[in-house]
C-alpha cells in the first residue's frame, strides 16, 4: 500500500502561483508513474499532467505552457508548479501513483486531495 499525502494548495489571486507537493511513502517510487488531477465542483476528474517513470510529461491541453509537473526519486516526491492561474483552475487536485505489474496487475493510488482555489 502506498500513501500519498499532497500539500501547497491555497487561496491566490488570478494570474498568481502555486506549487503543489506530493509525497508517496514508498522506497519504489521511482517505477511509478505519476500524475496530478482535478475535480471542481459538479465536475468529473480530470487529469491534469503525469509524468512518466522515465520523466516524459503530458499535460491537458487546458493547462500547457502554464503548468509543470515533475519529480525528485531521491524524495519520493512529484510536483506541480502552477503559473498564470486562472479561476477555472479551482478544484480540488489529487496525486496520483500509477504502475501496471503486468496486463492483470495494476497498481493506482490516490492521494486524499488539497484544494486551490483562484479568485477574480
Known amino acids: 500500500q502506498v500513501q500519498l499525502v499532497e500539500s501547497g494548495g491555497g487561496l491566490v489571486q488570478t494570474g498568481g502561483s502555486l506549487r503543489l507537493s506530493c509525497a508517496a511513502s514508498?522506497?519504489?517510487?521511482?517505477?511509478?508513474?505519476m500524475g496530478w488531477y482535478r475535480q471542481a465542483p459538479g465536475k468529473q476528474r480530470e487529469l491534469v499532467a503525469t509524468?512518466?517513470?522515465?520523466?516524459?510529461?503530458n499535460y491537458a491541453d487546458s493547462v500547457k505552457g502554464r503548468f509543470t509537473i515533475s519529480r525528485d526519486n531521491a524524495k519520493n516526491t512529484v510536483f506541480l508548479q502552477m503559473n498564470s492561474l486562472k479561476p477555472e483552475d479551482t478544484a480540488v487536485y489529487y496525486c496520483n501513483a500509477h504502475f501496471a505489474w503486468s496486463e492483470d496487475i495494476i497498481s493506482d493510488y490516490w492521494g486524499q486531495g488539497t484544494q486551490v482555489t483562484v479568485s477574480s
Open positions: 509524468i512518466t517513470n522515465r520523466g516524459t510529461t
Open positions: 514508498t522506497s519504489a517510487f521511482s517505477i511509478y508513474a
